[in-house]
């Protein structure tokens, strides 16, 4: 079946709970036609399917990436599968949007991404944040001088994760689980970003519970002597949040990764009342799937680009082994 004229057709590898979010995301996308759902068990896509009034059910990934009617793939399979399914869609021709963090280490995501580029597939990895319009208000705000220079950042993602029973794949060390790389990922992206330059060191803290870890407190240095903190956990509150300090105020955003329909971010300045700038009724799922969508369709490039999720991961490597060694660590590569 040919696409609508303007429409990206897709497959979602998988019926994992992250679907409840994307489905309706994918239903409101303007150009996105969303065509096929799989799952290892048959049935289970049937159900799904029709759930969601998708189309096409497959019994398995192989199934669903080999449909013709099937151009481009969301990847919400466990992290260490993600490389592996990637790469087979790409095989296919299938251009790729895939859960992060993209892979469980940063050389395999360099591997990925030079596949994908071999290949002539576009990729990314499935960050929603920078894909909301106010992401985009405030680093032209930064840009701009907005604060001054910008000195240190600290942000958090936490949620209480309950049971905390090891069946879950988010606590199993061999689908490399964990708080880092499920949402400390999204601090660590978040620091980066800000200050628009790479750690070169790392030092971090972990509390550890069936081979994971279960909270992580870290810190990242630049070459410039300029630091980030974040914390990461499952056993916390909800907390969300972003700070970023200049030299002339600071900018609070207190639901950086998920925002709601009225998403701000707060400016603090000296001897002056705080400044709240708002973005109305946006919408980040939906923007991630159009952004995605008009680069394949376009012909343009994808942005983020895949290598920030390689950037990311360098630093998450590197975290990681400073909780193993007790030590700081040297961001390869960073």
Known sequence: MAAAPGKLRWGILGVAKIN???LPAFAKASNAELRAIASRSLDRARVAAAAAGIPVAHGSYEALLDDPTVDAVYNPLPNTLHGEWTRKAAERGKHVLCEKPLCATAA???????FCRTRGVKLMEGFMWPHHP????????LDEGGIGEVRHVTGAFTFPFRPLVP?????????????????????VFGIRWAFGAEPVRALATARRQHGVDLELSGIVEFADGRAGTFDCGFTAPLRQWLEITGTEGVVLVCDMWLPGQQAA?????????????????EHQIVHMIEDFG???????AIQPPPDEAVRTLRVLDALAE??????????VGG
Not at 265 to 281: A, D, L, M, S
Not at 322 to 331: E, I, K, L, N, T
């Open 134 to 141: 106010r992401t985009a208000k405030l680093r032209r705000f």
């Open 322 to 331: 400073s909780v193993r060694r007790g030590r700081p660590v040297d961001v």
């Open 294 to 300: 008009r680069a394949v369709l376009r012909g343009e």
């Open 108 to 114: 395999e995501a360099r591997q990925v991404v030079d």
């Open 265 to 281: 971010f707060t400016v603090e300045r000296e001897g002056r009342p705080p400044e709240k700038v708002v973005v109305e009724g």
């Open 167 to 187: 069946s879950n794949i988010r606590l199993q060390p061999e689908l490399a689980g964990g708080s880092l790389l499920d949402v400390g990922c999204y601090p």
């Open 20 to 22: 409840d979010r994307l």
